[in-house]
């Protein structure tokens, strides 16, 4: 079993940054895809970014591009979600996920391992 434990959100001004780190215990994810998801109130969760287990291939929702940049340290088993710019509409839970496999999906339900979730909120 995977535990996955995010941490760094906060309350951020408008066009600030923050760091999201995604520590898995329990397991080494060295081999895993991992992703970032978000959910805001009211809304559904969404895929943010996902990185490849080698970090070799990265993906990004169009929203944020160029903004946020996801990477990982296999060697600190973690994963690190870097905001950049934000904005009032990135307001939200940011959720680390996990999955095995070659693939690197973007749909939630392909992942098999989530955290509990970091609240990210940004104010104007």
């Known amino acids: 079993q995977v535990q996955l434990v995010e941490s760094g959100g906060g309350l951020v001004q408008a066009g600030g940054s923050l760091r999201l780190s995604c520590a898995p215990s329990?397991?080494?994810?060295?081999?895993?895809?991992m992703g970032w998801f978000r959910q805001a109130p009211g809304k559904e969760r969404e895929f943010v970014a996902a990185?490849?287990?080698?970090?070799?291939?990265?993906y990004y929702t169009d929203s944020v591009k160029g903004r946020f940049t996801i990477s990982r340290d296999n060697a600190k088993n973690t994963v690190y979600l870097q905001l950049n710019s934000l904005k009032p509409e990135d307001t939200a839970v940011y959720y680390c996920?996990?999955?095995?496999?070659?693939?690197?999906?973007?749909?939630?339900?392909?992942?098999?391992?989530w955290g509990q979730g970091t609240q990210v909120t940004v104010s104007s």
């Open positions: 996920a996990a999955t095995t496999g070659n693939n690197i999906p973007t749909m939630a339900p392909d992942y098999d391992y």
């Open positions: 990185i490849s287990w080698s970090g070799g291939s990265t």
């Open positions: 329990g397991r080494r994810v060295r081999n895993y895809a």
